[in-house]
């Protein structure tokens, strides 16, 4: 039928082209083109309606001001074939036409062109543009949710930053979802722009000032650049606003009225740009279903279990686009070669193919969009078997194998390569790791650890691979050591309050975070962060569950993050108790 209808409107267009049974012209200033009522009539509802009192009149003359005679060619091309070429040099123009003569399905394709080309450089105009257009509106979103999760990178290359309205920027930077690693950023975009235009703009210092979260920037930046600021300080207005974030930063008692309105905005966490998940793991003696979210920007869990989770331990996870990958595991039955995966849009789970063998105690890496599963435990030997799956293929193939046998190990990936440190061979923890080359399918021994580590957490970050905790076969430890690949050499790092093992781990803003696992005593639900430019451990909230063999994941860019992380009005509420 697809075909029938192409070769019908093929004919129409080569009728057109020879002026056979036309029965319209369309005018652009001097220029003229013969057309078919009936064609333009069918793309757009403008030339229905201009029709249908006077469709008998003969050689229809129509002429459309505000088109130019470069874009009218291309609407009636669309009208005949259902395409045109869209470029960069005529899209705005295009969709402008479009637009005003209602060729809906034009005015799509040309949004849909826009969204494709995205950047930093040209999302806040295509926001400002789209605005003025109904029929945009979805685009209009997708251009704001671009600015809002690029905002820095928006701030260093985009010379329509400067050119936004007040209100335009108010709006954006007092979203929830504005993606800044820290607030000062805010601070220092609201000054940029000021300062672009500082005598018609320092006046509006005070609203823009009350939508910076100064709650949360730190006491030293916001002494030494906020409250002595040039344009706070010869402001008045600004006054109430630098007290309560006096009081919310310093904890101050001060004879001023708190203007609780002002303190929440001043206070309110922004939505995280990235989540980590805490799945499965073993608790109270059984393996467990839950998933939790760490809301990093609220530092609090959130319990985002739903109906179909299935109860499994010794797992791994792994994020590829909006997918989260759940990996072998034991539910204190049966040993799993089974994968679902779980979309984080919809929230629903789907089986996948399962791996060519069962895999508990698993290593688990992510490599230029394929899932590696090494080594593990099938119920009855310790495994140095390795696959790979191919999410485009839904296919899992056979790899080399390494050159250990490991399960309770980790992995991870860095530069092109794969890294497993540790483990257990059913008869001794391991200090040995390994690296593997996907280009030459090869396995290659690396310097070892200094400390045997089962149970171990292993990540990359910033061109390095950390060895986290774990188990020497005596103790559990608490030790951190991290490897670099260009010397081949391990160094000893900061220490971790708790010792454990058997945790899940991973890197979150720049921060290493770990959580759960087994202390030596007991289960734990601790959660520590490590700041690589300090050196230093601090303790993170808890999650809500003691667990161990726990598996954990990030995901970030999510349109829908705010299902994933605390309630913002929740959160107000606990500051305010707090405060009180």
């Not at 652009?28 to 201009?50: P, W």
């Not at 997708?142 to 990178?153: S, T, V």
């Not at 000032?209 to 409250?227: A, H, I, M, Q, W």
């Not at 996948?352 to 490599?367: G, I, K, T």
Request: hydrophobic share 40%; net charge negative.
């Amino acid at each position: 039928m697809e075909n029938i209808r192409a070769t019908a409107f093929d004919v129409f267009d080569e009728a057109r082209l020879l002026g056979e049974h036309t029965d319209m012209i369309i005018k652009s200033n001097d220029t003229e083109f013969q057309v078919h009522k009936i064609i333009m009539c069918g793309c757009s509802t403008y030339f229905r309606a201009l029709f249908s009192n006077n469709w008998n009149t003969p050689q229809h003359v129509c002429e459309i001001p505000g088109i130019s005679q470069d874009i009218l060619p291309l609407i009636i091309q669309y009208a005949y074939t259902r395409s045109v070429l869209i470029t960069q040099e005529n899209v705005v123009e295009l969709l402008v036409a479009a637009e005003m003569i209602l060729v809906s399905g034009l005015v799509d394709a040309c949004c849909q062109f826009l969204e494709s080309h995205l950047c930093p450089e040209n999302c806040i105009g295509i926001w400002k543009f789209t605005e003025e257009f109904f029929s945009c509106s979805k685009l209009h979103c997708k251009a704001k949710h671009y600015i809002l999760q690029h905002f820095e990178e928006v701030l260093h290359v985009s010379e329509e930053f400067l050119e936004l309205s007040l209100e335009q920027l108010e709006e954006i930077i007092d979203e929830d979802e504005l993606n800044v690693k820290q607030e000062e950023v805010v601070f220092e975009a609201v000054l940029h722009w000021i300062n672009h235009e500082p005598e018609n703009r320092r006046q509006h210092i005070p609203v823009l000032l009350s939508k910076v979260r100064l709650g949360f920037v730190t006491s030293e930046y916001f002494l030494n650049n906020v409250k002595c600021n040039a344009l706070v300080m010869e402001n008045e207005a600004c006054l109430p606003v630098i007290i309560n974030a006096m009081k919310a930063l310093f904890d101050l008692h001060m004879d001023e009225p708190t203007d609780s309105e002002l303190m929440d905005k001043l206070t309110r966490p922004r939505l995280p740009s990235s989540i980590l998940l805490a799945i499965g793991g073993w608790s109270d003696g059984n393996p467990t279903n839950v998933i939790e979210a760490y809301d990093v920007k609220a530092d609090c869990w959130v319990r985002i279990t739903q109906q179909d989770e299935r109860p499994r331990a010794y797992l791994g996870t792994a994020v590829l686009d909006e997918f989260v990958y759940c990996i072998g595991g034991f539910d204190g039955v049966d040993y799993f070669n089974s994968v679902r995966k779980f979309n984080l849009i919809t929230q629903t789970w789907q089986e996948v193919a399962p791996m060519y063998e069962r895999r508990c105690y698993v290593s688990v890496a992510v490599l230029d969009g394929l899932i590696y599963a090494i080594g593990g435990f099938d119920g009855h030997q310790r495994l140095k078997t390795v696959e790979r799956y191919d999410p485009n293929t839904n296919q899992w193939t056979m790899m080399r194998p390494m050159n250990e046998r490991r399960s309770d190990a980790s992995a991870t990936s860095l530069q092109g390569r794969i890294y497993i440190c540790g483990g257990f061979t059913g008869v001794e923890c391991l200090f040995s790791a390994e690296t593997f080359n996907p280009e030459t399918n090869q396995w290659t021994l690396i310097a070892p650890m200094s400390s045997r580590r089962s149970g171990v957490g292993v990540i990359a970050h910033a061109d390095l691979v950390y060895a986290v905790g774990g188990f020497d076969g005596t103790s559990r430890l608490s030790s951190v050591e991290v490897y670099n690949p260009q010397s081949n050499i391990w160094r000893d790092i900061a220490s971790m309050f708790n010792p454990r093992s058997n945790f899940g781990i991973e890197v979150v803003n720049g921060q290493l975070f770990v959580a759960g696992g087994f202390n030596g005593f007991g289960t734990t639900c601790d959660v520590e962060c490590y700041d690589t430019t300090t050196d230093e451990w601090f303790d993170a909230n808890e999650m809500g569950i003691l667990r161990s063999a726990l598996s954990c994941c990030v995901a970030s860019g999510l349109p829908n993050m705010a299902q994933y992380a605390a309630h913002r009005d929740t959160v107000q509420t606990q500051d305010e108790s707090e405060r009180e």
